[in-house]
């Protein structure tokens, strides 16, 4: 593996709150919602959670993957004005693939670094808008040729560059680390259980808004809004938790002839989105939720994408001057539960301390959103276990990893 990579070190940068909608499985009751709207709604839940007027806000940054409407260039600025923000503040895409959640907290604390008071951070994900697209057709069809629609959400998950898909580059983990389809069912079915006994206890209330059909106003401007399914009043909870089995997991057909990976030990295609704000530690009138002190993002071979995180939390944890026991709890990324064998293994990782909650295995993952899901979900570990340092990670196909550090404001030694 490449000795490269970035580190940032930050100083009085606190994720001030954090919040989001359920993540919804593919085609449910938020699947025809605008990845804009979905933005709206947590940029004002987080708001007004933490008691912040819009206009203290001075920077906007929100990401999301996919054209999943037809405004959706204009989602980071449409976001950051019906979300109150003033109209004079700027807003920027970002796009990191699975860790743009992780990536806006970054640059978020880049701009309080640099001056900056507040920054309002969203990432919405909607799988089910993905388009049926077409590439080659703005002139016209040829008489008799070929129409070429293809599902842009499918041919995303695949790289050109080792002309693989994302699920052949799990695979690849399992033959280099040697692990069985017993064992990758194994890992699948402890995140399906830890995240219902998670839901079941209430453990995701903290930080889920919940949604319902509103009309979102901008003065001066046309509306916009959230209107849910005929019948469906509001969307309370997380849709793809669920009883399974071991059995039950080791029926499904794996996805390639001489692979480990199913659709039960891969993660969910769910929709929904996050919000955080990032401000200044020593300027917070109330308690923040957790203090960002570093990130780490590396590039790994596209072929073995998904063993990102290791060398991203290496590199975090070399240059912040932590060792892997001084980490309380970590969240990383469940992209496909090889993956996260190939990732555990590396990193001489057990399961105490990892994804505690259950990940994207049992929740899902839309795909910008989970970053900051991830980062929400651990910060408020680190609260409840009276635990300091906590990091939270991500593979990013195409070959990469990143990390975040962060720690505990309420931390207290005993």
Known sequence: MSSGGQYLAFSDVAIVDAVRTPWVDLGGAL???????LGIK??????ARAAIQPDQVDGVLAGSMAQASFDAYLL?????????VAQSIPALGVQRICATGLELLRQAAQHVSEGGQMALCVAAGSMSRNPIAAYTHRDGFPLGGAVQFKDFLWEALYDPAPAMDMI????????RYGLSREAVDGYALLSHQRALQSQLGGQWAGEIVPV???RFELEGYQPRGI?????????TQDSHPRATTLAALSRLRAIHADGVQTAGNSCAVVDGAAAALVGRASQSQR???AHL???AVIGVAPEFMGIGPTPAVQLLLQRSGLALGDIGRLEINEAQAAQMLAVTQTLELDNERLNCLGGSLGLGHPLAATGLRLVMTLARQLREKNLRYGIAAACVGGGQGMALLIENPAFIAR
């Open 31 to 37: 699947g025809h919602i605008s990845p804009i709207d």
């Open 42 to 47: 947590v940029g004002r839940e987080v708001l």
């Open 76 to 84: 980071p600025r449409h976001i950051g004005l019906y979300s109150g």
């Open 168 to 175: 052949a580059t799990a695979d690849n983990l399992a033959k």
């Open 212 to 214: 319902n059909s509103q």
């Open 227 to 235: 209107e849910l399914p005929r019948g469906v009043e509001t969307v």
């Open 287 to 289: 308690p923040v939720l």
């Open 293 to 295: 002190l570093a990130s």
